[in-house]
């Protein structure tokens, strides 16, 4: 009898104790991984944290964590970071402390494909090693930069911080910088590397004797090309409010474009009449446009009831609304825009500028051009200095926030 209601008591027992809890497999932590960037290794950095019954994934590069627009994972071990307002993404399939899979970038109308593996733990970049052998990479840095397949030459500047043998920093040309890079310096040689879910970029240079760089940057853009500089503190390039103007006769500008509704909006609308209104030229495709609209917004929720207004012509790699349409809802969703946002056309160089005819040449994403109370056209700015470029960021977003209010505070 009481062998029976031992037994009675343990089954009684079992079925009011909460089942055991299967061991969290989620790739919570630290990852490193590389890249087959054709036919060269890329290296990026990625943590992976819970958030609650979700996960949540920042790339690492330098001193930005950003974060993945969507994650999605499965108990299968099937991980999906994904950037919509870029129309691209990560799959891989997780098993322990290792992943691999492949990395979706679209340019245009090609669709890049990457293979990647990755490994749970690893925190450095490019060398597991450490070394205290290395040439000195800081300051600031004359750049020329040569894109074999489409024979240009791009003069740029190159900023770059070192602590022992970590570096970090950019490169910024005329029409946008290169955003955060980071990677380390070994002996004579610079080695640098970025993706954040919207671009990859591999740098690599070798000092001279005369302590001159040489060396090697391959991006999904542009793939393979070459880059040269030389250290010059006082390099600048040229003034950005001189490379996009009105052309002759005009003051002013309007234009027409329907918003994601496909409905027209037009400068000369009421809404804009006695305003200062911003109108930016960019592009979902375009990451330092992404930087631009991430200041953008709390700037004008700022200054909105002091008669700002904004408005976004999105120039995409499509002139059809409906084939941009989500990415561009993905866009404004990313950075809560609340000013309109209009489809102006395809960012192609060939026929973009004739969408504003009243320009003499739409020459980079983002280009920002300050109208009046008046409606007249006061400033043209081309390219947007981000985050990246430190100081440069800093003193530009000040005076731009200067000259708003200087707007502002005039009467129609």
Known sequence: MRKWTLALLLVATAACSPPASPPDNRPVGLWRGEINHFGKTLPFNFEIRASGDDLAVDYLNGPERLPVETVSWTEAGELLLDFPSYSSGLAAQVDGDNMQGQ??????????????????????????????????????????????????????????????AAVSGTVMTEVGDYRFLAGEARGDTLYLSAFDGGGTQR???????????????????????????????????????TLTALKPGYDSIDFTFPNLEGQPVSLSDERFAGQVVLVVLGGSWCPTCHDEAEFMGPFYAARAEQGLEVVYLMFEYSDQLDEVADQLRAYRDRYDIRHPILFAGDAAREGRNSLLPMLNNIMAFPTTIFVDRRGKVRRIHTAFPGPATGQEHLDYTREFAAFVDLLLGESA
């Not at 450095?124 to 489409?150: C, K, L, M, N």
């Not at 391959?218 to 500089?229: E, I, K, L, R």
Request: charged share 25%.
């Open 203 to 241: 740098w690599q240079a070798t000092m001279d004797a005369d302590g001159s760089l040489r060396g090697e940057f391959d991006s999904v853009t542009y793939q393979a090309a070459q880059w040269t500089a030389t250290r010059n503190a006082d390099y600048r390039l040229r003034d950005p409010q």
């Open 103 to 164: 990395i979706r970038l679209q340019r245009r109308s090609k669709l890049h494909q990457l293979d990647f593996v990755a490994r749970r733990g690893p925190a450095h970049r490019f060398f597991a090693e450490p070394t205290d052998e290395y040439q000195d990479f800081s300051g600031r840095w004359q750049v020329e930069i040569y894109v074999p397949a489409f024979d240009f030459r791009q003069p740029a500047v190159a900023l770059f911080e070192q602590a022992g």
